[in-house]
């Protein structure tokens, strides 16, 4: 199983990002799949996730409003909408779905 993450990057305050995850190894449409970030000298935490079918999606309350995950089953791809990105949004984030982790891609929001 391989979970691949990318469009992370350096942004300014305000800006806006797109994470891709494509996943190969699984029955992608079976599962669900979240987004975690970890911010340096913090614990991973969540930040959203949705179901299977994308029809039930999920947020941390610091990102409600602002970022948007979203699936295309036929790309085996999930993706992280990020809008009005803040400071304190800088962090590495990760894709999930079981047990199984991706490699991260660095965000960092800094003018």
């Known amino acids: 199983v391989q979970l691949v993450e990318s469009g992370g990057g350096s942004v300014e305050p305000g800006g806006s990002l797109r994470l891709s995850c494509v996943v190969t190894?699984?029955?992608?449409?079976?599962?669900?799949m979240g987004w975690f970030r970890q911010a340096p000298g913090k614990e991973r935490e969540f930040v959203a996730g949705?179901?299977?079918?994308?029809?039930?999606?999920y947020y941390a309350d610091s990102v409600k409003g602002r970022f948007t995950i979203s699936r295309d089953n036929a790309k085996n791809t999930v993706y992280l909408q990020m809008n009005s990105l803040k400071p304190d949004d800088t962090a590495v984030y990760f894709c999930?779905?079981?047990?199984?982790w991706g490699q991260g891609t660095q965000v960092t929001v800094s003018s």
């Open positions: 999930n779905t079981q047990r199984f």
């Open positions: 190894g699984i029955d992608f449409n079976s599962y669900a």
């Open positions: 949705i179901s299977w079918n994308g029809g039930s999606t």
